[in-house]
């Protein structure tokens, strides 16, 4: 182990040409170096040969799914899940030194980076109003602190309770049900800001929120979409299983305005062709799309195969399938025919001729997969582009078969299981309605806050006290600088964390730091050792088991804290044995059967090799939508524009990052090393913009508000992204993002349709 | 492409004979080659064949499925390329013809390359083995009502067991 750097690097940005492959021997390498640097190597083999186990620990990274039990390789990880598990596992440790040495001030202006790398917390610790250092607090005395903050508030609606994708489904499940008892539905996540676009698009359209296809229909498939996300950086083990599929003959279409290395070509480092030969071609072909442009994308192929249907009737629809299975067809078949092939051009970026090319295949493929990420979600009209893949997919039969469906790809290992857990601002009353059942009180029925909401109310002062269980909310949330106006205007915030980050420094008039276990490490409680379960992108449902020692005696796990907090915040309200739910994480579980629909005999059932999948009710022919079956949709025609002498931003991970979090200051598949305040153009826009290669730069967002959001101090890089188009790293570049400017209906921020304009700044 | 069909009489209603063959999940109890199946879906199913190292494992979709008539179905490995269909028809009230016939395409590899020859035998056995187990049985084990067609599911009641699960969004 190493130890971590007092001061922040004074590294030179240098660039090189960008990498065309991903993984391979580099990646064990990275992955091992960086591990080896935060702890010993007892540890790291401890982790690596438990992370994604049957029994295992899961993964804390992504939601990938994994193979099935008797399928697993030995290494079953990425680079990625290797540093993030190992950053979790770090020997170092933060103790009350550390924050007697820095003043909270100071720690703030260290960067996210630095932060990170000071290691696990210890003890519990408490900023007090006058003061401006974190100074240590009993258990009793910091949990009693914040209940007693939160039974003063005129309205259980005057705190929020947010929750990252990490925490556990027993975690989460405790945490809805805190919240409602004390008499809340403020409950925004993570989700808010990832996929909700996606879940509501496919809840109206399909009757589900979740994604329809497993792992097996990715290896079946004859054509897969990979839009608006790059696989290799933020869910490297998907290549896998895109390597697969080619094996079995698929082709793989990608959509992106940035051409990433995993988009290209793997090497499988679990295999001798991936060490020594030259891996596998993943995509067959690249769109490159302007940010934004996937809209008008699926409306162009839509409308190619309604038209090649007029050419050969009977040929290209499934009718039989659109017949039985769906509603509005006909209407969507006049509007989709109405969209002008020169708007679908100006949006996207691509010849008719590459749409055509597209859509030919499309037409050669029995079954075809839509992958999506945040390219997708995160913009204005992220969620008519969800409804227009979903028309996409109805018009062949592409859902609800093997091989075939929407494939929703989540970037946090239990995003998807905290929302089927209750972890949601609007649950519906039949969710309430078990809960009153089951634990005998009445849950409040307004609706709560998302996150996007949450720091409006708390900048207009009617959010007060602030609650995050896991994540870095301040980092992950848009319009920084109206985020910690928001934080700070707080009475209370408090974080149960495993890791120092910026969420801690930026706080309210009071702040707690809750140090909890890890995921990796062992949860001993009154009746002996717990496991935790956790939901993966594909519906799994499945167990995940601590192997390390913890990283101090006095932590407690995320269960143990909700419980001691609602029983101090509750004092007896509501029919609710938290105690016991602390000593036996079986009886959550109990309870969870009573509550969700899919859950019986969970305890019995998630033991089992592998776990429980739940099915999704369109893979049983239901569809749970206002006609009972799949719905076509009309959506106007959209796009993200910049006035001339501006380009669309979109905010992207480096490949050494794990979500607000990066390991360091090199993006090694973009050929970016040393510096992360880096502005990534098209080389003839930068041209045309009249500004050179390595140019200082402000990045100057423009919204309609008046307020000016400025991120200062930016390189240019020349990168082959899709014209008018241009990328930078969150959440350095989050304070561009305006806090109004969110997709229709889902309310998530729009990070990947930001216009900006590049202004020269002086050097030095 | 070879072909192998082999018929089989059963002395159990129509209703009886379909829906034990439909568990597919029981095919071991009373199958030799058969060591374990998966039903991933109503539509996926997910097959494990002999030991050691005649072992194989593949996914099949079921294409088509018509409640006391017939199931159609195709291999997804492209290692073990076959189709199939299985009918049955009542020849009585309480017997049955069970028919099945089955397709092998041509590019199996290894111990694989040589089943289509062996096929006919294999199925004969098995055939006989589902006729001695329903017989002495009487009943079936469970039954799944719902159809199949050009590979979609069309369950036979609105709300099935399985489809009641959270539909509320995910974000």
Redesign the interface.
């Known amino acids: 182990m190493k130890k971590a750097a007092s001061e922040e690097p004074d590294e030179q940005l240098t660039v090189t040409k960008p990498k065309a492959w991903a993984a391979g021997v580099p990646a064990v390498a990275h992955a091992l170096e960086y591990s080896l640097d935060q702890t010993s190597a007892p540890r790291v083999g401890t982790t690596l040969l438990a992370i994604n186990q049957v029994n295992g620990i899961d993964c804390p990274g992504c939601a990938w799914a994994d193979p099935s039990p008797g399928h697993r390789h030995l290494n079953e990880y990425c680079e990625n899940g290797a540093k993030h598990i190992n950053d979790e596992a770090t020997s170092r440790r933060i103790t009350s030194d550390f924050f007697r040495r820095y003043s909270v001030a100071e720690l703030n202006r260290q960067s996210d980076l630095w932060l990170n790398q000071q290691g696990r917390l210890t003890e519990p610790m408490v900023k007090r109003p006058d003061s401006d250092h974190y100074e240590p607090i009993s258990w009793p005395e910091a949990l009693g602190l914040l209940a007693g903050e939160l039974r003063e508030l005129d309205s259980p609606d005057e705190a929020a309770f947010y929750t990252s994708g990490r925490v556990s489904n027993e975690a989460a499940f405790l945490l809805q049900l805190f919240a409602r008892a004390y008499g809340t539905n403020n409950l925004p996540d993570c989700s808010n800001l990832c996929h909700e676009s996606s879940g509501f698009a496919l809840a109206e359209t399909l009757g589900t929120g979740k994604g329809t296809v497993s792992l097996e229909d990715i290896h079946h498939a004859d054509l897969i979409f990979l839009v608006g996300q790059n696989p290799g950086t933020n869910h490297p083990r998907q290549l896998s299983a895109l390597e697969e599929a080619k094996h079995n003959g698929a082709r793989i279409i990608a959509v992106n305005p940035l051409p990433e290395a995993g988009l290209m070509r793997f090497k499988n480092p679990q295999k001798p062709s991936g060490i020594i030969g030259r891996g596998v071609q993943i995509a067959d072909r690249f769109l490159q799309v302007r940010a934004g442009g996937d809209l008008a994308l699926f409306q162009g192929l839509n409308r190619l195969l309604l038209e090649a249907e007029d050419s050969r009737p009977g040929a290209v629809l499934d009718h039989d399938f659109i017949r039985s299975n769906t509603s509005g067809f006909e209407e969507f078949s006049r509007h989709a025919r109405s969209i002008a092939w020169e708007d679908i051009l100006t949006a996207t970026g691509l010849t008719r001729e590459e749409i055509g090319q597209a859509a030919d295949d499309v037409m050669r493929s029995e079954r075809v997969i839509v992958c999506w990420a945040m390219g997708v979600t995160q913009h204005r009209h992220a969620v008519p582009t969800i409804r227009e893949i979903v028309n996409f997919l109805l018009l062949r039969g592409n859902l609800g078969k093997p091989g075939a469906g929407a494939c929703p790809v989540r970037g946090h290992s239990n995003v998807q299981g905290d929302r089927t857990m209750g972890i949601w601002e609007r649950m519906p009353d039949i969710f309430l309605d078990a809960l009153r059942k089951e634990f005998d009180f009445e849950p409040p029925r307004a609706h709560g806050v998302d996150a996007v909401n949450a720091i409006r109310a708390m900048r207009e002062g009617r959010i007060k006290v602030f609650v995050g269980v896991a994540g870095n909310f301040v980092r992950a949330a848009p319009d920084s600088n109206a985020t910690e106006d928001a934080l700070r205007q707080c009475s209370l915030t408090a974080h149960i964390s495993t890791k120092l980050n910026r969420s801690h420094t930026v706080c309210g008039r009071t702040a707690l730091i809750l140090p909890a276990l890890g995921r990796t490490e062992r949860d001993i409680q009154a009746t002996g050792e717990q496991f935790v379960t956790v939901e993966n992108s594909m519906s799994e449902v499945h167990t995940s088991q601590g192997r390390l020692e913890p990283a101090s005696r006095t932590l407690l796990s995320e269960v143990a804290i909700i419980c001691r907090l609602a029983r101090l915040t509750l004092n007896g309200k509501a029919d609710i044995p938290w105690e016991q739910f602390e000593g036996d994480y079986g009886l959550i579980r109990d309870r969870i059967s009573n509550v969700i629909p899919g859950f019986q005999h969970f305890n019995r059932r998630v033991v089992r090799p592998g776990g429980i999948r739940l099915p999704n009710p369109v893979n049983e022919g239901v569809f749970h939508t206002r006609t009972d079956k799949a719905l076509f949709t009309c959506n106007e025609w959209q796009m993200s524009e910049a006035p001339e002498g501006h380009l669309v931003l979109q905010t992207l991970r480096s490949h050494d990052q794990w979500n607000t979090i990066p390991y360091t200051d090199n993006d090694r598949y973009r050929g970016i090393h040393g510096s992360r305040r880096v502005v990534m153009v098209n080389p003839e826009d930068l041209s045309r913009l009249d500004l050179a290669e390595g140019q200082l730069v402000d990045l100057v967002s423009v919204w309609g508000d008046g307020v000016e959001r400025r991120a200062e101090g930016f390189r240019t890089v020349p990168y082959p992204t899709a014209l008018g188009c241009a990328a930078a790293y969150y959440p350095e570049a989050n304070v561009l993002a305006p806090l109004d400017s969110v997709a229709e209906t889902s309310n998530q921020p729009a990070y990947k349709g930001i216009v900006v304009r590049l202004e020269p700044a002086a050097e030095g | 492409m070879n072909t192998v069909e082999e018929t089989i009489d059963v002395a159990v209603p129509v209703r009886t004979a379909y829906n034990q063959w439909t568990q597919f999940e029981s095919f071991p109890r009373f199958m030799t080659v058969v060591k374990g199946v998966h039903q991933?879906?109503?539509?996926?199913t997910?097959w494990v064949l002999g030991r050691g190292p005649l072992r194989h494992e593949f996914?099949v979709?079921i294409v088509e499925q018509v409640p006391d008539s017939h199931v159609a179905w195709r291999s997804?490995d492209?290692r073990f390329m076959h189709r199939g269909k299985v009918s049955f028809r009542a020849t009585a009230p309480d017997r049955t013809e069970v028919v099945v016939r089955m397709h092998f395409g041509s590019n199996g590899v290894g111990l694989l390359a040589h089943l289509p020859t062996l096929a006919h035998r294999v199925v004969q056995a098995e055939l006989g083995h589902f006729k001695e187990f329903i017989e002495s049985v009487g009943q079936e084990g469970g039954a799944w009502r719902?159809s199949i067609?050009?590979?979609?599911?069309?369950?036979a009641e609105?709300?099935?067991a399985?489809?009641?699960?959270?539909?509320?969004?995910?974000?």
């Open positions: 991933i879906r109503p539509n996926l997910h996914d979709e997804l492209r719902g067609r050009n590979g979609h599911v069309y369950p609105p709300e099935p399985r489809s009641q699960v959270p539909h509320w969004p995910v974000g």
